[in-house]
């Protein structure tokens, strides 16, 4: 197909709190280098990790957009290819449906690609509005290596949010240990990725205590699969309900709210041998994801992270939509909504997972 040579695009302006990300028009990138396609992006998610890379909020830990990416955020998109280097002709055809990552490609070389479970640590990773244009744009080149193909029964606008909304609640969910039957407590358990989290403890058997504020969040959390709703706004020892209802405390608390109370409260609400699982990232420097040493020892805890998913990963939260099991509740808008849906999340008043139609 011919290719315009323009193309709309949400493009970072501005540095800090202030900055903004307008559409602008941008080259289209017009032929597939080796190893690469090029995906005409439908629908693509906004992940709170876009909102605080537009605004630098992770700056003090040396993270920021840098000028390769041409200051277009966005990790989870989802469209169809329409450009494709010759040597990924027995991957990819133009038509194929795809999607792009937070990872676009690994060195395929180091220790973490070779034990084949491990690729996300790969030194030499390329991340989609990271280090590389992301998904706020009509066409993005991403490596055909790693690009996710998109199952039958998943529509765009689903698939993108998957990308690493779904996939970072999935892998949580598998790093929390909990098995059929045991409780696991999700802390921001209305939000994006929260969201995301319940049904997908639920489909794995495990009986959910959703924390988070307010009547409509409880509504969303109940509709999805949680077994008991708490209201962190009303309730005034979080610990000592969670024992209540679990008898000993949970088997596993996965932070996914960015905040300072969630990560303090976390390792007190849970049983001997219990795990909290550390997704959300806070901006301040000095929140720390941990608990008193003796509360540790006493109680042999473990503390572990979790961040997005392996490609392998990212096809098992996929099928899990693709068999009518989790559906991401969407707040739909255009790439003119970035700024508004940043502003939206930051006040915590986004429920479900923002999903913006790109062409």
Request: hydrophobic residues 40%; neutral net charge; glycine residues 14%.
């Amino acid at each position: 197909m011919t290719l315009p040579k323009e193309q709309y695009a949400a493009v970072k302006q501005g540095e800090g709190h202030d900055a903004t990300a307008p559409v602008k028009r941008v080259p289209v990138p017009q032929e597939p280098g080796p190893g690469q396609i090029l995906v005409k992006i439908n629908w693509t998610g906004l992940c709170a990790s876009d909102k605080s890379l537009i605004h630098d909020e992770w700056a003090a830990f040396g993270v920021k957009m840098q000028p390769s990416t041409a200051g277009i955020a966005g990790h989870e998109g989802a469209g169809s290819v329409v450009a494709v280097h010759p040597d990924m002709k027995d991957r990819w055809q133009v038509g194929d449906r795809a999607g792009v990552k937070w990872v676009v490609s690994v060195c395929r070389q180091c220790e973490f690609c070779g034990n084949g479970t491990d690729e996300l640590h790969c030194p030499k990773q390329v991340n989609s509005g990271f280090t590389a244009p992301g998904t706020f744009q009509e066409y993005c080149m991403t490596d055909g290596r790693y690009a996710t193909r998109i199952p039958e029964g998943v529509e765009d606008e689903e698939a993108g949010p998957i990308m690493c909304g779904g996939v970072t609640a999935y892998t949580a969910c598998k790093r929390s240990g909990v098995r059929p039957g045991q409780w696991i407590v999700m802390i921001g358990g209305g939000g994006g990725l929260g969201h995301f989290g319940v049904q997908y403890a639920t489909a794995m058997g495990m009986r959910v205590i959703a924390i988070d504020g307010g009547e409509e969040k409880g509504k969303l959390c109940k509709q999805l699969g949680a077994e008991t709703y708490i209201d962190f706004q009303e309730c005034k020892d979080l610990a000592a309900e969670v024992t209540k209802i679990t008898t000993y405390g949970a088997h596993a608390a996965i932070v996914f709210a960015a905040s300072r109370e969630g990560y303090a409260v976390a390792p007190q609400m849970l049983r001997p041998g219990g795990i909290v699982v550390a997704v959300g990232l806070p901006k301040d420097t000095d929140v720390l994801a941990g608990a008193p040493p003796i509360m540790l020892a006493l109680k042999r805890l473990s503390i572990v992270g979790s961040v997005t998913g392996t490609l392998k990963d990212v096809e098992e939260a996929l099928d899990f939509t693709a068999r009518g099991l989790v559906h991401p509740i969407l707040t739909k808008g255009t790439l003119a909504d970035v700024d508004k849906f940043c502003k939206l999340m930051s006040e915590g008043k986004l429920p479900g997972r923002a999903v913006l139609k790109v062409a």
